[in-house]
Nanobody, 118 residues
Framework: QVQLVESGGGLVQPGGSLRLSCAAS????????IGWFRQVPGRERQSVSC?????????LYLDSVRGRFTVSRDSAKNTVYLAMNDLKPEDSGVYYC??????????WGQGTQVTVSS
């Protein structure tokens, strides 16, 4: 079964850090661009970061997170990570990983909630 499963969300104070994980099963993550997206109530799902497939290995970031977030891939674990540092309240939302850098992805995880609040 082809699926993505996110984990690692939670409640953190401003300035804190979290690391999200996106574990794949049924396919090799390296063969796909893997994107991270954020959604808040009443707004469209927004691309936050992406790591391109094997052979490209380019990383992409939303301007507001560049320098604070880092996307990486562990091929042995078939997992993509999103390390988030210096978190701000506006980073809050449900974070999803998907099998593309844009919302046309065909495989999506179930999402993990990130709340940044004091």
């Amino acid at each position: 079964q082809v699926q993505l499963v996110e984990s690692g969300g939670g409640l953190v104070q401003p300035g804190g850090s979290l690391r999200l994980s996106c574990a794949a099963s049924g396919f090799d993550l390296e063969d796909y661009d893997i994107g991270w997206f954020r959604q808040v109530p009443g707004r469209e799902r927004q691309s936050v970061s992406c790591i391109r497939s094997r052979g490209y290995d380019t990383t992409l970031y939303l301007d507001s997170v560049r320098g604070r977030f880092t996307v990486s891939r562990d091929s042995a674990k078939n997992t993509v990570y999103l390390a988030m540092n210096d978190l701000k309240p506006e980073d809050s939302g449900v974070y999803y990983c998907a099998s593309n850098c844009n919302t046309d992805a065909t495989v999506w995880g179930q999402g993990t909630q990130v709340t940044v609040s004091s």
